[in-house]
């Protein structure tokens, strides 16, 4: 069976600019915060939320980045699971508070990456992401 489901996605930067990304268990890949609504969520709930149970950090969100709903880049198959097609709402956010990251159950690392020296292994979903972060002004809707 396959679904379409509303997710959220975040973009967090460091004082220097670096590109806070995880390493997440399943995949053994690169990526951004992200993760699906609960009932009864707004989009910024969901956001700070995702960081928090990911992170055990408090955010604060800053901006749209896009609206993201292509198939090619919003449909994923879960290895244990059928395929479910993303509806991602992307948003910048920054910490509200210092503190170190605590890794979840879906987290091998977390690790902060100048922008020029992303790593090669990234979930195909987190570089369309990643592109228009770091490259566009404007929000999207792709």
């Given at each position: 069976?396959?679904?379409?489901?509303?997710?959220?996605?975040?973009?967090?930067?460091?004082?220097?600019?670096?590109?806070?990304?995880?390493?997440?268990?399943?995949?053994?890949?690169?990526?951004?915060?992200?993760?699906?609504?609960?009932?009864?969520?707004?989009?910024?709930?969901?956001?700070?939320?995702?960081?928090?149970?990911?992170?055990?950090?408090?955010?604060?969100?800053?901006?749209?980045?896009?609206?993201?709903?292509?198939?090619?880049?919003?449909?994923?198959?879960?290895?244990?699971?059928?395929?479910?097609?993303?509806?991602?709402?992307?948003?910048?956010?920054?910490?509200?508070?210092?503190?170190?990251?605590v890794l979840n159950d879906e987290s091998l690392e977390?690790?902060?990456?100048?922008?020029?020296?992303?790593?090669?292994?990234?979930?195909?979903?987190?570089?369309?992401?990643?592109?228009?972060?770091?490259?566009?002004?404007?929000?999207?809707?792709?």
């Open positions: 069976m396959s679904l379409t489901r509303p997710a959220i996605a975040v973009f967090l930067t460091n004082a220097r600019g670096e590109v806070l990304l995880q390493k997440r268990k399943l995949e053994q890949q690169w990526g951004l915060i992200s993760g699906k609504f609960e009932f009864g969520e707004t989009v910024e709930q969901a956001a700070v939320r995702e960081v928090w149970e990911e992170t055990g950090r408090w955010c604060r969100i800053e901006q749209l980045i896009g609206v993201y709903s292509d198939p090619l880049t919003q449909v994923y198959a879960y290895p244990d699971q059928a395929a479910v097609h993303y509806v991602t709402i992307y948003l910048k956010a920054s910490f509200t508070e210092e503190g170190p990251i977390f690790r902060f990456f100048p922008p020029d020296a992303l790593p090669d292994n990234l979930l195909r979903m987190s570089e369309f992401w990643l592109a228009d972060a770091l490259h566009s002004e404007a929000a999207h809707l792709r």
